[in-house]
């Protein structure tokens, strides 16, 4: 089955600058890649999502880019704000030949602290 | 609108008691899936359903657990009995399936049911 790794599962960085998180995935024939944001408490939100036709996507202060010869994808937080810190979660997943709604395999989040 | 709705919110039981977890998925979707997350393992996907059939119950710990959608707006998880280890954050997330689309569709979850094992 798909296994993700993700990287760093701490992240610190001062107000105003960048934060990237990195992840990497085994099963080749996944197609997407989302990202989810968990606040303390809260529950896991959609931030971001990537498809496997193409390597980038950019959502104001929030992109993500796909490497899928190296099966790598990464989420990239530019001008970071103190409401960033939560918990970041990478997934992936492929649609299955019989179809259905199949399941993410998500990595094992990053903590990101933003400081003043 | 209403997202995904679960209860109860908070539970807190004793070792060996029946414990029934409730999800109502967002209206119109057909795809529903019940996770687990904890410090230790992270999130864990324990099993999921399409159009109301278990698809993947793989994650499913152990026979103390079992899930069931009887319809399209209700799914439960029952875990009996309960043990302290079992003690987790039990998320419902639904998505829309679309026949023949490519690519997985957005997963929705739910707020959570906090659930404590003493």
């Known amino acids: 089955g798909e296994n993700v790794e993700q990287h760093p599962s701490t992240l610190s960085v001062q107000e105003g600058d960048s934060a990237v998180i990195k992840c990497t995935y085994s099963?080749?024939?996944?197609?997407?890649f989302p990202w989810y944001k968990q606040e303390l408490g809260k529950r896991p939100q959609l931030i971001i999502d990537?498809?496997?036709?193409?390597g980038e996507k950019k959502d104001q202060r929030i992109a993500v880019t796909l490497n899928k010869t190296a099966k790598h994808f990464s989420l990239h937080i530019t001008e970071t704000q103190p409401e960033d810190s939560a918990v970041y979660f990478c997934a992936a997943s492929r649609r299955g030949l019989t179809g259905g709604g199949n399941k993410l395999t998500f990595g094992t989040g990053t903590q990101l602290k933003v400081e003043l | 609108d209403a997202g995904v709705i679960q209860s109860p919110r908070h539970e807190v039981t004793e070792m060996g008691q029946e414990v029934t977890l409730r999800c109502k998925p967002i209206?119109?979707?057909?795809?529903l899936f019940w996770y687990r997350q904890t410090m230790m393992r992270g999130l864990e996907l324990l099993i999921y359903?399409?159009?109301?059939?278990?698809?993947?119950d793989s994650g499913m710990p152990e026979d103390r657990f079992s899930a069931k959608m009887p319809n399209a707006s209700f799914s439960t998880l029952k875990i009996q009995p309960s043990e302290p280890r079992d003690s987790a954050v039990y998320f419902c997330?639904?998505?829309?399936?679309?026949?023949?689309?490519?690519?997985?569709?957005?997963?929705?979850f739910g707020p959570g049911t906090r659930l404590l094992v003493l």
């Open positions: 099963d080749s024939a996944s197609n997407y």
């Open positions: 359903f399409n159009n109301n059939v278990p698809i993947d």
């Open positions: 997330a639904s998505s829309l399936r679309i026949r023949d689309r490519a690519y997985q569709e957005t997963q929705y």
């Open positions: 990537i498809r496997s036709n193409v």
């Open positions: 209206s119109g979707h057909n795809s």
